[in-house]
């Protein structure tokens, strides 16, 4: 073999070693390209659908702390309404009311008494991909503020 990583021939000629002459090691290295490049597509992609999935989320639990915050200001306080609004609204959303915690304050409010609700869910990461960087599970927080509606009846 000479240093041009040519072989000889037993007839004296200088012949290509195979893979290694034009194009021969070309599909290999191709091939593992390929393979770096898709694990980092997949890993993109999979993080685009599981960041969607942790946004919708977010929006159920900021619409159902809303929900429940207005039937709070109306009934006046953390009543079995205002509870049951935001299961209700927390099962159409897909998200087991059973795995959130609710937090409704004052249990009693009148008008314009400040009302607080704070819906708190860790989010179970499905993506195995990115379980290392974010963790198992990610907790979610939706808070709303509102004044109370209700009005003590006067006695007369």
Avoid: W
Wanted: proline share 5%; hydrophobic share 40%.
């Amino acid at each position: 073999m000479d240093h041009f990583g040519q072989r000889k021939s037993r007839a004296g000629r200088a012949g290509p070693i195979p893979g290694l002459g034009p194009g021969g090691g070309q599909r290999g290295a191709v091939t593992v390209e390929f393979i770096l490049t898709a694990t980092l597509l997949f890993i993109i992609l999979f993080s685009i659908v599981e960041f969607a999935f942790i946004f919708n989320a977010k929006l159920i639990m900021t619409g159902a702390a809303r929900e429940g915050a207005r039937r709070a200001a109306v009934e006046g306080g953390a009543t079995p309404g205002a509870q049951a609004c935001i299961q209700d609204y927390l099962r159409l959303g897909n998200i087991q009311p059973g795995e959130v915690e609710v937090s409704i304050t004052p249990r009693q409010a009148s008008y314009g008494t400040t009302i607080r609700v704070r819906l708190t869910y860790r989010y179970p990461v499905m993506t195995a991909l990115l379980r290392p960087i974010i963790g198992q599970s990610l907790t979610l927080t939706a808070e709303v503020l509102t004044r109370g509606e209700k009005v003590k009846a006067r006695d007369d």
